[in-house]
Nanobody, 131 residues
Framework: DVRLVESGGGLAQAGGSLTLSCVVS????????VGWFRQAPGKEREGVSC????????YYADFVKGRFTISTNNAESTVYLHLNNLKPEDTAVYYC????????????????????????WGQGTQVTVAS
């Protein structure tokens, strides 16, 4: 079975930091891209960032603006999302997802990656930022 398990969410103060983890199992990690998405109450899900494990291609949503960083530990099939300088509007459930790496890499850096059909999803982890 394919599993993506997120952890690391919680309550942070504005300006603070959190690191989210996504542990992937059941697929060949190298062949896939792993993306982070978020959904705030009453809003549509949006892509935050993704990384193509084969070649470390990375895409970020424009709203990240240097505050978030994605990284990966290939040996542990884990992708991290480092959230810095958090704002109350970052409050959301954060999900990780996996999709075929070449498809994500070829989508380009214009944000199209977030609109692709991602094959596998985790259960999400709540991030709450207090002002």
């Amino acid at each position: 079975d394919v599993r993506l398990v997120e952890s690391g969410g919680g309550l942070a103060q504005a300006g603070g930091s959190l690191t989210l983890s996504c542990v992937v199992s059941g697929i060949t990690f190298y062949d896939y891209a792993v993306g982070w998405f978020r959904q705030a109450p009453g809003k549509e899900r949006e892509g935050v960032s993704c990384i193509v494990n084969e070649d470390a291609t990375i895409y970020y949503a424009d709203f990240v603006k240097g505050r978030f960083t994605i990284s990966t530990n290939n040996a542990e099939s884990t992708v991290y999302l480092h959230l810095n300088n958090l704002k109350p509007e970052d409050t959301a459930v954060y999900y990780c997802a996996a999709a075929w790496g070449r498809t994500v890499a070829e989508s380009g850096g214009g944000g199209e990656w977030a609109s692709l059909d991602w094959d596998y999803w985790g259960q999400g982890t709540q991030v709450t930022v207090a002002s």
